[in-house]
């Protein structure tokens, strides 16, 4: 009898023990590493990492997300908001236009614990919720106050978000020990009046651009003139200068042949003179007389008459 009581009693601290066993296992999800401290000894240095763990009594755990999380700003619950979470910046030229947002962040495994001990308990959400959306916006308008509203509204934002990235970064990892991977403005939401404002600037912009489009058109064309203009000069000159070679060519060869026939006459004319002999002159002499009586002749030039 004595035995039974004895095994009954083992039996029953068997599973109250086993029962308070499961009690104090805490499970780590994929992705989490929690943070194990007590009020006695304060918040213990290693991490606990994905998986079952035993928490011993008094100690508890703060879950951390070290896989990458996403924080939703947006005007419309359908994005991800449970609210309307949109909210206004400044730009460069002192407008101040309402933007949604998105932000995918986790928290750096290295430094967890230190961020745990900074904020006293807090979790991550806890920090997420209660510090970073608090300073967020704020953050956010030191950015974009070097941009204007047309750069934040028009669709090409990529250069304003990946400033916001590296700087939204480098505050909350050093602050937070949060590692900011991609920061965005993902939408914009004017009112009328700064919608009508932006739609001026977007017609002046658009005729400002039309306007520079002509000028360069009607530049083009001039210097297409002038190129055709000197183009067409060209030829003229070339031509020109060929002609006048040609006509040099020509009057060099005139002026050659006149030279030649000149020189060919002067030896004709000089053969002539030095063919004319007294025996030639006395034998002309007597033709003449013979044909037309008495005549005389004197020298090549001589003129004869009847005597």
């Known amino acids: 009898m004595k035995?039974?009581?004895?095994?009954?009693?083992?039996?029953?601290?068997?599973?109250?023990?086993?029962?308070?066993?499961?009690?104090?296992?805490?499970?780590?999800?994929?992705?989490?590493?929690?943070?194990?401290?007590?009020?006695?000894?304060?918040?213990?240095?290693?991490?606990?990492?994905?998986?079952m763990h035993f928490i011993a009594p008094m100690n508890k755990v703060k879950e951390f997300s070290t896989s990458n999380e996403i924080l939703v700003l947006t005007k419309d619950k359908r994005d991800?908001?449970?609210?309307?979470?949109?909210?206004?910046?400044a730009t460069s030229d002192d407008a101040s236009i309402a933007v949604s947002f998105q932000m995918s962040y986790r928290y750096d495994p290295d430094t967890v614990i230190d961020t745990y001990k900074r904020f006293k308990g807090m979790d991550g959400e806890d920090i997420i919720e209660n510090r970073v959306k608090t300073v967020l916006k704020s953050k956010?308008?030191?950015?974009?106050?070097?941009?204007?509203?047309?750069?934040?509204?028009?669709?090409?934002?990529?250069?304003?978000n990946n400033a916001i990235t590296e700087y939204l970064n480098k505050d909350f990892h050093k602050k937070y020990g949060i590692e900011v991977l991609d920061a965005s403005i993902v939408d914009v939401h004017p009112d009328k009046k700064l919608k009508q404002a932006i739609d001026n600037r977007v017609t002046a912009l658009q005729e400002k651009?039309?306007?520079?489009?002509?000028?360069?058109?009607?530049?083009?064309?001039?210097?297409?003139?002038?190129?055709?203009?000197?183009?067409?000069?060209?030829?003229?000159?070339?031509?020109a200068e060929a002609d006048a070679k040609k006509a040099k060519v020509k009057a060099a060869a005139e002026a050659e042949n006149t030279k030649t026939k000149a020189k060919a006459q002067a030896e004709a004319n000089k053969e002539l003179s030095a063919s004319i002999t007294d025996e030639l002159i006395k034998m002309k002499e007597a033709?003449?007389?013979?044909?037309?009586?008495?005549?005389?002749?004197?020298?090549?030039?001589?003129?004869?008459?009847?005597?």
């Not at 009020?39 to 606990?48: I, T």
């Not at 991800?80 to 910046?89: A, I, L, Q, Y």
């Open 3 to 51: 035995s039974k009581v004895i095994i009954g009693i083992v039996a029953a601290v068997a599973v109250l023990g086993g029962g308070y066993t499961v009690s104090r296992m805490n499970f780590i999800g994929t992705g989490k590493v929690g943070i194990v401290y007590n009020y006695k000894d304060g918040v213990q240095d290693k991490v606990l990492t994905p998986g």
């Open 140 to 160: 956010i308008s030191e950015v974009t106050t070097d941009y204007s509203m047309m750069d934040i509204y028009s669709g090409n934002r990529s250069e304003l």
């Open 209 to 239: 651009q039309q306007a520079q489009a002509e000028q360069e058109k009607v530049k083009v064309q001039k210097e297409t003139e002038k190129l055709q203009a000197e183009a067409d000069a060209q030829i003229e000159l070339t031509k």
């Open 287 to 307: 033709e003449a007389h013979y044909k037309n009586g008495w005549v005389t002749v004197q020298g090549a030039d001589a003129v004869i008459a009847d005597k």
């Open 80 to 89: 991800g908001s449970k609210e309307d979470d949109s909210f206004k910046v």
